[in-house]
């Protein structure tokens, strides 16, 4: 198969190209390193000559409703839009855990990417995950205020990123299938205890403090909304497991 991959050089796209590609298929990365803007859809036309399936990762740094409404808005646009002339067979899209539950700032741009690829005119698949291990990092390094990193009061159900890139890959080389179960973790997580490992990885020293987040979005991270439903699927690697895998590939 020949499978596009929107997003590849992010922290899931990253996995899902060498999953695509150890499976035997061709992986193509849809990215301005690439010469494809996603958001302007300028490449797009060349870059999905051929293609059989595209699985969609693309990111954006925002809290803002707006501007993640605008990113995931014209990105998905773009790509259905470019598919269905290309005679692309299969979209495949990585949303979140609850997103429909907490409608707000980044998560609002995701709720219109499923609406869109769910109307749209390529045959879909959309696979909702949890929050990656990665996400930790993230945090630390976007929360980081000289010695303060300030950290969302949050509970979270981790899943690898190696394994959402496996699940996504595999689902792209079957039929369009809808809905499928959502995919989580082994563990329950409370962020705050997930970046103070993660800053002791990295060898960051300060204080870090845990800030309920108000309003709706708030409540949402801390009632378990983004927790795994019954009936999902649960993932292997706990945070722990993954942790400590950085360890040993930080001393070897």
């Given at each position: 198969?020949?499978?596009?991959?929107?997003?590849?050089?992010?922290?899931?796209?990253?996995?899902?190209?060498?999953?695509?590609?150890?499976?035997?298929?061709?992986?193509?990365?849809?990215?301005?390193?690439?010469?494809?803007?996603?958001?302007?859809?300028?490449?797009?036309?060349?870059?999905?000559?051929?293609?059989?399936?595209?699985i969609?990762?693309?990111s954006?740094?925002?809290?803002?409703?707006?501007?993640?409404?605008?990113?995931?808005?014209?990105?998905?646009?773009?790509?259905?839009?470019?598919?269905?002339?290309?005679?692309?067979?299969?979209?495949?899209?990585?949303?979140?855990?609850?997103?429909?539950?907490?409608?707000?700032?980044?998560?609002?741009?995701?709720?219109?990417?499923?609406?869109?690829?769910?109307?749209?005119?390529?045959?879909?698949?959309?696979?909702?995950?949890?929050?990656?291990?990665?996400?930790?990092?993230?945090?630390?390094?976007?929360m980081?205020f000289?010695?303060?990193?300030?950290?969302?009061?949050?509970?979270?159900?981790?899943?690898?990123?190696?394994?959402?890139?496996?699940?996504?890959?595999?689902?792209?080389?079957?039929?369009?299938?809808?809905?499928?179960?959502?995919?989580?973790?082994?563990?329950?997580?409370?962020?705050?205890?997930?970046?103070?490992?993660?800053?002791?990885?990295?060898?960051?020293?300060?204080?870090?403090?845990?800030?309920?987040?108000?309003?709706?979005y708030?409540?949402?991270?801390?009632?378990?909304?983004?927790?795994?439903?019954?009936?999902?699927?649960?993932?292997?690697?706990?945070?722990?497991?993954?942790?400590?895998?950085?360890?040993?590939?930080?001393?070897?």
């Open positions: 198969m020949k499978i596009a991959v929107a997003g590849g050089t992010g922290t899931v796209g990253r996995h899902v190209v060498d999953v695509v590609r150890e499976r035997g298929h061709h992986a193509v990365v849809l990215s301005r390193s690439t010469g494809v803007d996603l958001v302007a859809g300028a490449g797009l036309a060349e870059a999905l000559a051929g293609i059989d399936a595209v969609d990762v693309s954006t740094q925002t809290l803002s409703d707006a501007e993640s409404r605008a990113f995931f808005g014209a990105v998905t646009r773009h790509l259905l839009d470019a598919e269905a002339a290309a005679g692309v067979g299969h979209h495949v899209a990585l949303s979140i855990v609850g997103v429909d539950l907490a409608p707000y700032g980044y998560y609002a741009g995701k709720v219109l990417q499923e609406q869109l690829v769910e109307a749209g005119p390529v045959p879909w698949t959309i696979l909702r995950a949890a929050q990656f291990h990665e996400f930790s990092s993230q945090l630390l390094q976007r980081r000289g010695p303060l990193v300030v950290v969302p009061r949050m509970q979270s159900q981790p899943v690898a990123a190696r394994e959402v890139a496996e699940r996504l890959v595999e689902l792209a080389e079957g039929s369009p299938a809808g809905r499928v179960r959502d995919l989580a973790g082994p563990r329950v997580e409370r962020m705050h205890d997930m970046v103070r490992r993660s800053a002791a990885i990295a060898g960051v020293r300060g204080l870090i403090v845990e800030v309920p987040i108000p309003g709706a708030g409540k949402a991270m801390r009632d378990g909304t983004m927790l795994a439903r019954p009936g999902a699927d649960i993932g292997r690697q706990s945070f722990d497991e993954w942790v400590d895998a950085a360890q040993a590939r930080t001393a070897a």
